[in-house]
Protein backbone atom coordinates (compact mmCIF):
# COMPACT_ATOMS: atom_id res chain seq x y z
CA UNK A 1 0.00 0.00 0.00
CA UNK A 2 1.03 3.06 -1.16
CA UNK A 3 1.42 5.59 1.70
CA UNK A 4 -0.10 9.07 0.65
CA UNK A 5 1.71 12.21 1.36
CA UNK A 6 -0.09 14.95 2.65
CA UNK A 7 0.98 18.83 2.40
CA UNK A 8 1.85 19.11 6.02
CA UNK A 9 4.59 16.36 5.05
CA UNK A 10 5.97 18.10 2.12
CA UNK A 11 6.27 20.98 3.91
CA UNK A 12 8.23 19.64 6.81
CA UNK A 13 10.42 17.73 3.99
CA UNK A 14 11.54 20.52 2.48
CA UNK A 15 11.76 22.69 5.87
CA UNK A 16 13.99 19.78 7.00
CA UNK A 17 16.61 19.96 3.82
CA UNK A 18 16.93 23.41 4.03
CA UNK A 19 17.78 23.54 7.89
CA UNK A 20 20.11 21.05 7.13
CA UNK A 21 21.56 22.02 4.02
CA UNK A 22 22.04 25.70 5.88
CA UNK A 23 23.86 23.54 8.38
CA UNK A 24 25.99 22.40 6.18
CA UNK A 25 27.05 25.24 4.08
CA UNK A 26 27.95 26.75 7.73
CA UNK A 27 30.11 23.89 8.76
CA UNK A 28 31.54 23.39 5.24
CA UNK A 29 32.59 27.37 4.20
CA UNK A 30 35.40 27.57 7.53
CA UNK A 31 36.89 24.50 4.85
CA UNK A 32 37.01 26.11 1.81
CA UNK A 33 37.77 29.38 3.22
CA UNK A 34 40.97 27.91 4.60
CA UNK A 35 41.35 25.73 1.04
CA UNK A 36 41.23 29.12 -1.24
CA UNK A 37 42.96 31.03 0.97
CA UNK A 38 46.22 28.66 0.66
CA UNK A 39 45.98 29.65 -2.84
CA UNK A 40 45.41 32.90 -3.07
CA UNK A 41 48.16 35.46 -3.86
CA UNK A 42 49.02 37.16 -0.56
CA UNK A 43 48.63 40.86 -2.38
CA UNK A 44 45.39 40.27 -3.00
CA UNK A 45 44.20 38.19 0.13
CA UNK A 46 45.24 40.99 2.42
CA UNK A 47 43.07 43.25 0.49
CA UNK A 48 40.05 41.55 0.55
CA UNK A 49 36.83 41.60 2.50
CA UNK A 50 33.60 39.47 2.90
CA UNK A 51 33.20 35.99 2.09
CA UNK A 52 36.35 33.88 0.03
CA UNK A 53 34.07 31.81 -2.51
CA UNK A 54 36.82 31.25 -5.05
CA UNK A 55 40.85 31.59 -4.47
CA UNK A 56 42.02 35.12 -5.36
CA UNK A 57 44.71 34.42 -7.98
CA UNK A 58 46.62 30.81 -7.97
CA UNK A 59 49.83 29.98 -6.58
CA UNK A 60 51.32 27.41 -4.85
CA UNK A 61 54.33 29.06 -2.96
CA UNK A 62 52.76 28.73 0.45
CA UNK A 63 52.46 24.83 -0.29
CA UNK A 64 56.33 25.17 -1.49
CA UNK A 65 57.33 26.82 1.62
CA UNK A 66 55.74 24.10 3.95
CA UNK A 67 57.30 20.85 1.98
CA UNK A 68 60.78 22.37 1.75
CA UNK A 69 60.55 22.27 5.52
CA UNK A 70 62.02 18.38 6.29
CA UNK A 71 59.95 18.69 9.78
CA UNK A 72 57.24 18.28 7.79
CA UNK A 73 58.37 14.92 6.40
CA UNK A 74 59.70 13.37 9.51
CA UNK A 75 56.40 14.80 11.62
CA UNK A 76 54.76 12.60 8.83
CA UNK A 77 56.76 9.40 9.36
CA UNK A 78 56.41 9.97 12.97
CA UNK A 79 52.68 10.54 12.96
CA UNK A 80 51.94 7.46 11.05
CA UNK A 81 53.78 5.50 13.52
CA UNK A 82 51.88 6.35 16.55
CA UNK A 83 48.87 6.52 14.41
CA UNK A 84 49.13 2.79 12.79
CA UNK A 85 51.16 1.17 15.91
CA UNK A 86 48.98 3.08 18.58
CA UNK A 87 45.56 2.09 16.85
CA UNK A 88 46.42 -1.26 16.77
CA UNK A 89 47.50 -1.92 20.11
CA UNK A 90 44.83 0.31 22.10
CA UNK A 91 42.07 -1.58 19.99
CA UNK A 92 43.86 -5.12 21.04
CA UNK A 93 43.82 -3.57 24.77
CA UNK A 94 40.07 -2.17 24.50
CA UNK A 95 38.73 -5.23 22.53
CA UNK A 96 40.21 -7.70 25.38
CA UNK A 97 38.85 -5.06 28.05
CA UNK A 98 35.06 -4.87 26.42
CA UNK A 99 35.00 -8.64 26.14
CA UNK A 100 35.98 -9.68 29.70
CA UNK A 101 33.54 -6.75 30.80
CA UNK A 102 30.55 -8.24 28.31
CA UNK A 103 30.97 -12.47 30.48
CA UNK A 104 27.31 -12.19 32.32
CA UNK A 105 29.29 -14.72 34.40
CA UNK A 106 32.32 -13.38 35.52
CA UNK A 107 32.63 -12.31 38.78
CA UNK A 108 34.49 -9.56 39.09
CA UNK A 109 32.93 -8.03 36.24
CA UNK A 110 31.28 -5.49 38.17
CA UNK A 111 34.31 -4.56 40.71
CA UNK A 112 36.96 -4.04 37.52
CA UNK A 113 33.74 -1.70 35.65
CA UNK A 114 33.75 0.40 38.64
CA UNK A 115 37.47 0.85 38.68
CA UNK A 116 37.58 1.59 34.57
CA UNK A 117 34.92 4.38 35.20
CA UNK A 118 36.49 6.04 38.03
CA UNK A 119 39.34 6.91 35.85
CA UNK A 120 36.58 8.96 33.80
CA UNK A 121 35.98 11.06 36.58
CA UNK A 122 39.50 11.45 38.62
CA UNK A 123 42.79 11.24 37.11
CA UNK A 124 46.35 11.43 38.83
CA UNK A 125 47.33 14.86 36.97
CA UNK A 126 50.21 16.08 34.91
CA UNK A 127 53.15 15.90 37.51
CA UNK A 128 52.36 13.19 38.87
CA UNK A 129 52.18 11.27 35.00
CA UNK A 130 55.21 12.60 33.82
CA UNK A 131 56.94 11.45 36.83
CA UNK A 132 55.95 8.04 36.09
CA UNK A 133 56.59 8.06 32.38
CA UNK A 134 59.99 9.18 34.11
CA UNK A 135 60.52 6.20 36.62
CA UNK A 136 59.75 3.81 33.93
CA UNK A 137 62.08 4.84 31.67
CA UNK A 138 60.18 5.79 28.77
CA UNK A 139 60.45 9.72 28.61
CA UNK A 140 61.84 10.43 25.46
CA UNK A 141 61.01 7.71 23.78
CA UNK A 142 58.11 6.84 21.23
CA UNK A 143 56.21 4.60 24.21
CA UNK A 144 55.99 7.74 26.53
CA UNK A 145 53.33 8.77 23.53
CA UNK A 146 51.13 5.38 23.22
CA UNK A 147 51.73 3.40 26.70
CA UNK A 148 50.08 5.97 28.89
CA UNK A 149 46.78 5.84 26.95
CA UNK A 150 46.63 2.28 25.44
CA UNK A 151 42.61 1.81 26.92
CA UNK A 152 40.13 5.02 26.84
CA UNK A 153 37.23 3.88 28.94
CA UNK A 154 34.34 5.46 27.28
CA UNK A 155 35.21 3.62 23.60
CA UNK A 156 36.01 0.60 25.85
CA UNK A 157 32.10 0.79 27.03
CA UNK A 158 30.72 1.35 23.42
CA UNK A 159 32.72 -2.00 22.58
CA UNK A 160 30.91 -3.61 25.76
CA UNK A 161 27.68 -2.61 24.89
CA UNK A 162 28.04 -3.93 21.51
CA UNK A 163 29.54 -7.10 22.49
CA UNK A 164 26.93 -7.91 24.68
CA UNK A 165 24.17 -7.55 22.13
CA UNK A 166 26.17 -10.81 20.36
CA UNK A 167 23.47 -13.74 21.29
CA UNK A 168 24.77 -15.97 23.72
CA UNK A 169 24.44 -19.31 21.47
CA UNK A 170 26.97 -18.16 19.12
CA UNK A 171 29.81 -18.50 21.80
CA UNK A 172 28.33 -21.20 23.14
CA UNK A 173 28.03 -23.36 20.32
CA UNK A 174 31.67 -22.05 20.02
CA UNK A 175 32.77 -23.54 22.83
CA UNK A 176 31.19 -26.45 22.53
CA UNK A 177 33.36 -27.06 18.94
CA UNK A 178 36.66 -26.51 21.20
CA UNK A 179 37.04 -22.70 20.41
CA UNK A 180 39.00 -20.67 22.91
CA UNK A 181 37.94 -17.22 24.47
CA UNK A 182 40.82 -15.93 21.54
CA UNK A 183 39.26 -17.57 18.79
CA UNK A 184 35.88 -16.38 19.75
CA UNK A 185 36.77 -12.90 20.31
CA UNK A 186 38.46 -12.78 17.29
CA UNK A 187 36.36 -15.45 15.12
CA UNK A 188 32.79 -15.02 16.32
CA UNK A 189 32.42 -11.21 18.35
CA UNK A 190 34.92 -9.12 16.04
CA UNK A 191 33.07 -10.07 12.25
CA UNK A 192 29.66 -9.62 14.73
CA UNK A 193 29.98 -5.97 15.55
CA UNK A 194 32.90 -4.91 13.08
CA UNK A 195 30.83 -1.43 12.65
CA UNK A 196 31.29 -0.79 16.13
CA UNK A 197 34.96 -1.53 16.10
CA UNK A 198 35.20 0.21 12.69
CA UNK A 199 33.74 3.88 14.67
CA UNK A 200 36.27 3.14 17.36
CA UNK A 201 39.30 2.64 14.96
CA UNK A 202 38.48 6.12 13.63
CA UNK A 203 37.93 7.22 17.02
CA UNK A 204 41.66 6.42 18.38
CA UNK A 205 43.43 7.30 15.13
CA UNK A 206 41.89 10.72 14.57
CA UNK A 207 42.47 11.21 18.05
CA UNK A 208 45.86 10.20 18.26
CA UNK A 209 46.37 12.26 14.50
CA UNK A 210 45.25 15.18 16.15
CA UNK A 211 47.71 14.65 19.29
CA UNK A 212 50.59 16.94 20.13
CA UNK A 213 50.16 17.82 23.51
CA UNK A 214 51.76 14.72 24.97
CA UNK A 215 54.56 14.94 22.55
CA UNK A 216 54.91 18.62 23.62
CA UNK A 217 56.01 17.19 27.33
CA UNK A 218 57.21 13.98 27.14
CA UNK A 219 59.75 14.25 24.31
CA UNK A 220 61.89 17.54 25.09
CA UNK A 221 65.02 16.52 24.36
CA UNK A 222 63.88 14.31 20.68
CA UNK A 223 62.12 16.91 18.16
CA UNK A 224 63.24 13.91 15.67
CA UNK A 225 59.97 11.79 17.53
CA UNK A 226 57.93 14.79 17.36
CA UNK A 227 54.53 14.12 15.36
CA UNK A 228 53.27 16.15 12.53
CA UNK A 229 50.80 18.03 14.76
CA UNK A 230 53.40 19.59 17.19
CA UNK A 231 55.43 21.40 14.27
CA UNK A 232 52.33 22.85 12.75
CA UNK A 233 51.94 24.01 16.12
CA UNK A 234 55.12 25.58 16.40
CA UNK A 235 54.74 27.07 12.55
CA UNK A 236 51.50 28.65 13.19
CA UNK A 237 52.65 30.20 16.57
CA UNK A 238 56.15 31.01 16.04
CA UNK A 239 56.19 31.74 12.25
CA UNK A 240 58.84 28.91 12.66
CA UNK A 241 58.74 28.36 8.79
CA UNK A 242 59.90 30.58 6.51
CA UNK A 243 60.83 33.10 8.37
CA UNK A 244 64.14 33.99 6.93
CA UNK A 245 65.12 35.75 4.16
CA UNK A 246 66.70 33.36 1.78
CA UNK A 247 63.40 31.09 2.23
CA UNK A 248 60.94 34.11 1.42
CA UNK A 249 62.76 35.34 -1.55
CA UNK A 250 63.64 31.83 -2.99
CA UNK A 251 59.66 31.77 -2.66
CA UNK A 252 59.18 34.67 -5.43
CA UNK A 253 58.29 37.00 -2.81
CA UNK A 254 61.01 40.06 -2.42
CA UNK A 255 58.31 42.69 -1.24
CA UNK A 256 58.46 42.78 2.62
CA UNK A 257 54.46 43.36 3.01
CA UNK A 258 54.10 40.14 0.63
CA UNK A 259 56.38 38.29 2.34
CA UNK A 260 55.13 39.45 5.62
CA UNK A 261 51.52 38.30 4.72
CA UNK A 262 52.32 34.74 2.73
CA UNK A 263 53.79 33.57 6.25
CA UNK A 264 50.77 35.02 8.19
CA UNK A 265 48.31 33.81 5.85
CA UNK A 266 48.56 31.43 3.09
CA UNK A 267 51.37 29.30 4.89
CA UNK A 268 49.18 29.38 8.03
CA UNK A 269 46.07 28.02 5.44
CA UNK A 270 48.56 25.69 3.84
CA UNK A 271 49.85 24.08 6.90
CA UNK A 272 45.92 23.57 8.09
CA UNK A 273 45.47 22.26 5.20
CA UNK A 274 48.06 19.65 5.12
CA UNK A 275 47.43 18.59 8.62
CA UNK A 276 43.63 17.63 8.31
CA UNK A 277 43.26 16.74 4.47
CA UNK A 278 44.66 13.10 5.17
CA UNK A 279 42.66 12.37 7.50
CA UNK A 280 39.75 13.84 6.01
CA UNK A 281 40.04 11.28 3.16
CA UNK A 282 39.69 8.59 5.68
CA UNK A 283 36.07 9.17 6.25
CA UNK A 284 34.12 8.81 3.70
CA UNK A 285 35.35 4.45 3.53
CA UNK A 286 34.08 4.39 7.37
CA UNK A 287 31.27 6.82 7.28
CA UNK A 288 28.32 4.27 6.68
CA UNK A 289 29.68 2.45 9.81
CA UNK A 290 29.35 5.41 11.72
CA UNK A 291 25.54 5.32 12.67
CA UNK A 292 25.35 1.61 12.84
CA UNK A 293 28.20 1.77 14.62
CA UNK A 294 27.16 4.10 17.88
CA UNK A 295 23.74 2.79 17.85
CA UNK A 296 24.38 -0.60 18.10
CA UNK A 297 23.06 -2.43 21.74
CA UNK A 298 21.31 1.12 22.16
CA UNK A 299 18.25 -0.79 21.72
CA UNK A 300 17.57 -3.48 23.90
CA UNK A 301 15.51 -7.22 22.71
Known sequence: MIERRTISNVLFDWANALVLGVLGLVCLYPMLHVLFGSFSDPRLLISHTGLLLRPLGFITKGYEIVF?????????????????????????????????????????RK???????????????LIPDYLLITKLKML???????VPSLIATWNMIILRTAFSQVPASLEESARL?????MTI????????????IAVIIMYYAVGEWNSWFSAAIYLPARRDLYPLQLFLREILIANSMGGNTTANTSAGFTD???????????????????A????????????????????????KE
Request: glycine fraction near 8%; include cysteine.
Open 256 to 274: ADSVAALIEDVVRYCTIVV
Open 177 to 181: DGAGD
Open 68 to 108: NNPNIWSGYANTLFYVVVGTVLRMSMTMLGAYVLAQKDFML
Open 140 to 146: NTRWAII
Open 276 to 299: TVPILCVYPFVQKYFVKGVMMGSI
Open 185 to 196: LFRIIAPTTKAS
Open 111 to 125: VLMLMFVFTMYFGGG
